[in-house]
């Protein structure tokens, strides 16, 4: 029997096979944008970031407090500002629930990972699924550098958020953006005197803004002096004693801005007309703000500008 040789393949056809086999499996491999095809966020700017990074369609649950953009609002409530519910979050089927250490509850989130869901909890990679933190490690980021208790913590977080969601580059030229307006801010207030500001978040009793926080760091892009910065407590409740003493000459009235009721707000401003001796209230300087847009999210340089114009309107 003759020996006929085989028949090789030209690298060209090989080649070519490669190329049509891939271009056939290519739709059915995953991509890092669909990774997390149904995302549960714990947190009201959270949700907002993934909205901002583009993720919005892949978010199916979110807190009660969730209320940026308009259309979370017909979205399943999964949490409060504190505690989530891991019934209803089980019952979404997620495969990425996104949370914080300082307001996840550690007991529900251990009911999560025990029940093999993926949870990203920034600021604590020990809540947090291996995968997720690998995830984010092999590009460089540490989980429990994260959070959102500062602006460059906040501005971190959005990139690592992006990183784990196929948003990378969408996430950094928006951090970009958020750092060069606020690098502006910061140059046009250094050049101006600093006022005297109270921030409150809350009535009955007088809840403000202490030191070490979101608000307290805001001074330094808005020309302020945060009148109780030297309290340990973030959020401190503050007496009445205090509040004259303190004698801020603006008021930033963030409680006003979150109750929306008409009553809550006259409440509010009847509660004001005791204290005529404070340089805020004398002279007509406290503003009623919206908490809403108070939060670590990409539009946060905004309101900050709109903060500064209330304080410096001659020094824009």
């Not at 190329?19 to 966020?41: D, K, M, N, Q, T």
């Not at 805001?218 to 004698?247: C, F």
């Not at 401003?269 to 809403?292: C, H, M, T």
Request: proline share 7%; aromatic share 8%; hydrophobic share 40%.
């Amino acid at each position: 029997m003759k020996w006929v040789p085989p028949v090789r393949k030209s690298p060209f056809k090989l080649r070519s096979l490669f190329l049509l086999s891939f271009c056939l499996l290519w739709p059915a491999l995953p991509s890092p944008a669909s990774a997390y095809a149904r995302i549960v966020s714990l947190k009201p700017n959270i949700t907002e970031i993934l909205f901002a990074l583009g993720v919005g369609p892949q978010v199916v649950g979110v807190t009660q407090f969730c209320k940026r953009p308009p259309e979370v609002k017909a979205l399943p409530k999964v949490a409060d500002y504190l505690q989530a519910f891991p019934e209803a979050i089980l019952l979404l089927k997620p495969d990425l629930v996104l949370g914080t250490k300082e307001n996840g509850s550690q007991k529900e989130i251990q009911f999560l990972l025990d029940r093999g869901l993926s949870v990203l909890t920034l600021g604590s990679s020990a809540d947090s699924s291996s995968a997720e933190i690998q995830a984010l490690k092999s590009r460089g980021i540490e989980v429990d550098g994260l959070g959102f208790a500062t602006l460059d913590q906040t501005t971190r977080s959005i990139e690592a958020m992006g990183e784990l969601l196929g948003r990378g580059e969408a996430a950094k030229e928006m951090t970009r953006r958020m750092r060069s307006e606020l690098d502006t801010l910061k140059q046009k207030a250094a050049s101006l005197p600093k006022i005297r500001v109270l921030y409150v978040v809350g009535y009955q009793p007088l809840v403000v803004a202490g030191g070490n926080n979101f608000f307290d760091e805001a001074g330094d892009y808005i020309g302020a002096e945060n009148v109780a910065h030297q309290s340990r407590l973030k959020y401190p409740y503050y007496t009445t004693e205090l509040l004259i003493r303190a004698a801020p000459e603006v008021v930033f009235d963030f409680a006003m801005g979150s109750e929306a009721e008409a009553n809550a707000r006259s409440q509010n401003g009847e509660f004001w007309k005791q204290f005529s001796s404070i340089p805020a209230v004398k002279n007509g300087r406290v503003y009623a703000l919206d908490i809403e847009k108070m939060r670590a999210v990409p539009s946060l340089p905004e309101t900050l500008k709109e903060l500064f114009l209330l304080l410096h309107p001659k020094g824009n």
